[in-house]
């Protein structure tokens, strides 16, 4: 027969509960990642912060990361021929005067992915103002990068890059206004490696404040990688001969080594390598599985193509290589 009205209503009304169950799911996960990571206890004094990268140099895909969902989304590509110069992200749990957490350009040598959380030394700000109101960047370079070292505060940057900087940020708005909708940018002024420091503490302070009044609730546990459920992992179809499911850390032709934080659930950048060397394969482990140093079996993938790092990918195996470092005994599957 066909369905009648109250087939009709009853149906929307479980697929509407149905619905709210997931998105409780997706929230409820995703606060338990942004909860865990924030502005260090001496982050102030060290300039040391994680950042979660949102958009990699040279890109014109401006990316904003939803901590309600965990989930990167595309707010528009720029309408002006111009790429960021650097990898742009915020420093969680921080908040400025507009109501986002405080911004950061990193002056990166090899672009960071899309959504890791990466330490990054605090160097100097970039004062501006928009449409909107003031607005801040943090200027930064990579914590663990021996490459800048050297650059210790603003007055180290190079000045050609301070103006790359600088005209980017006055031009990347400007084909975007409409009528009766203005779009522009001004540059107040550049400060120094304490100011930033400044609009840091500043920033965590007004976040501080804005929690006042919510009592602080635990965490849920963050969902561990490492032990992805058999039934995942028989969905996958990896049943053949040799066939497995690996999570891929590192991008083939990387020099930007990441590891998968099981206490925040998290990509986060371990090092830069030191080396003018590049990981010949997307590297990654295989989850369910355990090493006699307490991690997961090393997987390196033979790609034609980049498999992008956070992805769970069907891999064959058709041998490994055994080797030892400074650690022991290691084995990486290929």
């Not at 605090?122 to 109101?133: R, T």
């Not at 991008?251 to 950048?269: P, R, V």
Request: aromatic share 6%; net charge negative; hydrophobic share 35%.
């Amino acid at each position: 027969p066909p369905p009648t009205r109250e087939h009709d209503s009853m149906h929307r009304h479980v697929a509407s509960a149905q619905k709210a169950r997931v998105d409780n799911s997706i929230r409820t996960a995703a606060a338990a990642k942004y909860g865990r990571v924030g502005p260090y206890t001496d982050s102030v004094t060290t300039s040391v912060v994680p950042v979660i990268i949102e958009v990699p140099r040279d890109q014109r895909n401006k990316l904003e990361y939803d901590k309600e969902t965990d989930t990167l989304q595309l707010d528009r590509v720029l309408h002006s021929s111009c790429h960021y110069p650097g990898d742009y992200g915020f420093v969680p749990r921080t908040l400025c005067p507009d109501g986002d957490p405080i911004d950061v350009l990193v002056l990166s040598k090899f672009a960071l992915a899309p959504g890791v959380v990466a330490d990054c030394r605090l160097v100097g700000v970039m004062d501006m103002e928009d449409e909107k109101g003031g607005d801040a960047k943090l200027i930064a370079v990579v914590a663990s990068e021996p490459r800048t070292m050297g650059i210790t505060d603003i007055d180290k940057v190079p000045a050609h890059v301070k103006a790359e900087i600088q005209q980017f940020f006055e031009l990347y708005k400007s084909l975007e206004a409409k009528p009766g909708k203005p779009k522009w940018v001004k540059i107040r002024s550049w400060g120094n490696r304490a100011r930033a420091l400044q609009d840091l503490a500043d920033s965590i302070k007004l976040y501080e404040e804005s929690q006042k009044g919510h009592p602080q609730k635990a965490l849920p546990a963050v969902g561990n990688v490492y032990e992805l459920s058999t039934e995942l992992m028989d969905s996958r179809g990896s049943v053949g001969d040799g066939e497995c499911c690996a999570y891929i850390e590192v991008q083939k032709g990387d020099a930007n080594k990441y590891e998968w934080d099981k206490q925040t659930g998290y990509l986060t950048l371990d090092r830069v390598l030191h080396s003018a060397v590049f990981y010949p394969g997307d590297y990654g482990f295989i989850p369910r599985t355990l090493c006699g140093d307490g991690d997961p079996i090393d997987v390196l993938v033979l790609s034609s193509f980049q498999v992008n790092c956070g992805v769970l990918c069907d891999v064959r195996v058709i041998g490994a290589l055994n080797m030892s470092d400074e650690k022991g005994e290691d084995q990486k599957l290929i």
